[in-house]
């Protein structure tokens, strides 16, 4: 299966990284640009993209993940909003995180379905906005910008890249709560959480003090 991510002038690349590393499980990772020319990310690496959105046809997408980021650096806006309209009319998958979630509901694609956003919106074409940092519905998958874990775990659920349910438990331990794969408990507290508590002096302590 192929997942094509969208990449632009100012994207957000962290939103997508983790999205792109856990969908190599599944086949090729193909960079998708509005033109041949590299492009700069938000976080200044230079990205030569595979592809140009002329050449991409929907019927061969299995996933196509749209990041945030400035979408006015989006000139080819409507031939966009067309692809992403004919991948989801071919059965293919889509996700989209922080601001590109709005390109996705100027497409059309959320109509009739739950969705989540950066903050609320007044859309014609937009469905029923839930505030999580990730929602799903059928071949859609939105989340907000600090959701990124979440949806990328949510992306590799929805496409089948986990081996079983361990396999899925094993790789949100790891990536979502920094444990070894040999842990089985997911802890209540995380890491930061444990490092602050330790921090602070017990009541015997404060006696002695």
Do not use: W
Not at 131 to 152: I, K, M, N, R
């Amino acid at each position: 299966m192929k997942t094509h991510i969208l990449v632009y002038d100012g994207f957000s690349q962290f939103e997508v990284v983790l999205a792109a590393h856990l969908m190599k499980r599944a086949g090729e990772i193909v960079t998708v640009g509005l033109s041949t020319e590299p492009i700069v990310a938000h976080e200044g690496f230079r990205i030569l993209p595979h592809t140009t959105i002329e050449r991409v046809e929907a019927f061969s997408v299995g996933l196509f993940v749209v990041p945030g980021g400035d979408l006015s650096k989006i000139t080819r806006r409507n031939e966009l909003e067309n692809l992403l309209k004919a991948i989801q009319s071919c059965g293919g998958k889509v996700g989209a995180i922080s601001s590109g979630t709005l390109l996705i509901l100027d497409a059309g694609l959320a109509r009739d379905r739950r969705f989540t956003s950066p903050e609320p919106v007044e859309n014609a074409l937009a469905g029923n906005r839930i505030d999580q940092p990730v929602v799903t519905d059928g071949s859609l998958v939105t989340a907000q910008s600090h959701g990124y874990v979440d949806f990328a775990l949510e992306l590799g659920r929805l496409t089948g890249i986990y081996r079983d349910e361990a396999d899925y438990e094993k790789t949100l331990r790891f990536f979502k709560f920094f444990m070894p794969a040999e842990e089985t408990t997911i802890p209540v507290t995380t890491p930061v959480q444990k490092a602050s508590e330790q921090s602070r002096p017990s009541d015997a302590e404060k006696v002695r003090r």
